[in-house]
């Protein structure tokens, strides 16, 4: 794992960015919520508006946990980032993650994998579970707000926190956080997952990813990424795509498939 200083090092050289920043308010489910709601509003420099008057996208503080929603949605429900109960508890509980255990070897070996877009967090959690120590990447300060949120509830739970301590989460750009970073924080594997244009509404996906793409668009400068990851990773890079979906930049050196999903391997 990179030393501790290091990467709050970079932290601190990654400012909110208003690129990175929809424009959507926050907002309190209650009265209990407000003085939660408001600083949240005041550190990402996002308006506090009144639940009663949102129109569109939101961040919602409703007991004590920080939800994403839009009111315009039909159907629409809000999220939140839920490690403790629904499809991640059964896959912690019944298994799971065989295709990452694969991909990024023992999870026993010296290093760390860096999730470059952590997005809602889940692969980050998986590899946890499987026993790797994680370093997860989000540049959407939104998007952040929500998987620390969703972690910090995780780690209140006893079975959890040994889970939650191998990840670090970090807000920061992969393209300035590898730039930064030097020989020795390298990290052993670096897993990408980035959000590909949509060209069919089916393509969307859940509701949760169309809510994400919704704050945090596309990912325009994926293939450059990739040029990059392969430079700092120590070991390979690991692309996880949609099964038939072509491949991010280069052919990969090879591929382990899934059911719905792939991931492409490119070697350091």
Same mark, same amino acid.
């Not at 407000?34 to 949102?54: C, D, G, K, N, S």
């Given at each position: 794992? +990179?030393?501790?200083?290091?990467?709050? #090092?970079?932290?601190?050289?990654?400012?909110?960015?208003?690129?990175?920043?929809?424009?959507?308010?926050?907002?309190?489910?209650?009265?209990?919520?407000?003085? /939660?709601?408001?600083?949240?509003?005041?550190?990402?420099?996002?308006?506090?508006?009144?639940?009663?008057?949102?129109?569109?996208?939101?961040?919602?503080?409703?007991?004590?946990?920080?939800? &994403? =929603?839009?009111?315009?949605?039909?159907?629409?429900?809000?999220?939140?980032?839920? =490690?403790?109960?629904?499809? &991640?508890?059964? *896959? /912690?509980?019944?298994?799971?993650?065989?295709?990452?255990?694969?991909?990024?070897?023992? +999870?026993?070996?010296? #290093?760390?994998?860096?999730?470059?877009?952590?997005? &809602?967090?889940?692969?980050? =959690?998986?590899?946890?579970?499987?026993?790797?120590?994680? !370093?997860?990447?989000? @540049?959407?300060?939104?998007?952040?707000?929500?998987?620390?949120?969703?972690?910090?509830?995780?780690? /209140?739970?006893?079975? %959890?926190?040994?889970?939650?301590?191998?990840?670090?989460?970090?807000?920061?750009?992969?393209?300035? =956080?590898? #730039?930064?970073?030097?020989? $020795? $924080? *390298?990290?052993? !594997?670096?897993?990408?997952?980035?959000?590909?244009?949509?060209?069919?509404?089916?393509?969307?996906? @859940?509701?949760?990813?169309? %809510?994400? *793409?919704?704050?945090?668009?596309?990912?325009?400068?994926?293939?450059?990424?990739?040029?990059?990851?392969?430079? $700092?990773?120590?070991?390979?890079?690991?692309?996880? @795509?949609?099964?038939?979906?072509?491949?991010?930049?280069?052919?990969?050196?090879? $591929?382990?498939?899934?059911?719905?999903?792939?991931?492409?391997?490119?070697?350091?």
């Amino acid at each position: 794992m +990179p030393p501790r200083r290091g990467i709050i #090092g970079i932290l601190n050289r990654n400012p909110l960015r208003p690129e990175l920043m929809a424009e959507i308010p926050v907002a309190a489910a209650t009265a209990a919520d407000e003085t /939660r709601a408001r600083a949240l509003a005041a550190e990402l420099r996002l308006p506090y508006e009144p639940v009663a008057t949102l129109s569109g996208l939101g961040l919602i503080v409703r007991d004590g946990a920080l939800e &994403l =929603f839009d009111s315009r949605a039909r159907g629409s429900h809000p999220m939140r980032v839920d =490690f403790v109960s629904g499809k &991640l508890r059964h *896959r /912690r509980l019944h298994g799971g993650g065989e295709l990452l255990r694969k991909v990024l070897g023992r +999870p026993d070996e010296a #290093g760390y994998v860096l999730d470059a877009g952590a997005g &809602l967090g889940a692969d980050s =959690f998986v590899m946890a579970t499987l026993g790797y120590l994680v !370093v997860a990447l989000e @540049r959407s300060p939104i998007i952040h707000a929500l998987l620390a949120d969703g972690l910090a509830r995780a780690g /209140r739970e006893p079975e %959890l926190e040994v889970v939650v301590a191998r990840i670090k989460l970090v807000r920061a750009d992969a393209l300035e =956080f590898l #730039g930064a970073i030097s020989d $020795q $924080q *390298r990290p052993r !594997v670096i897993h990408l997952d980035p959000m590909y244009p949509s060209r069919r509404k089916s393509a969307l996906g @859940r509701l949760d990813l169309r %809510l994400v *793409r919704a704050v945090v668009g596309d990912d325009p400068d994926a293939n450059e990424l990739l040029a990059v990851a392969r430079q $700092q990773a120590k070991k390979r890079v690991v692309v996880k @795509r949609p099964l038939r979906a072509a491949p991010l930049g280069a052919v990969p050196a090879s $591929q382990i498939v899934g059911k719905s999903v792939r991931y492409d391997l490119y070697p350091a």
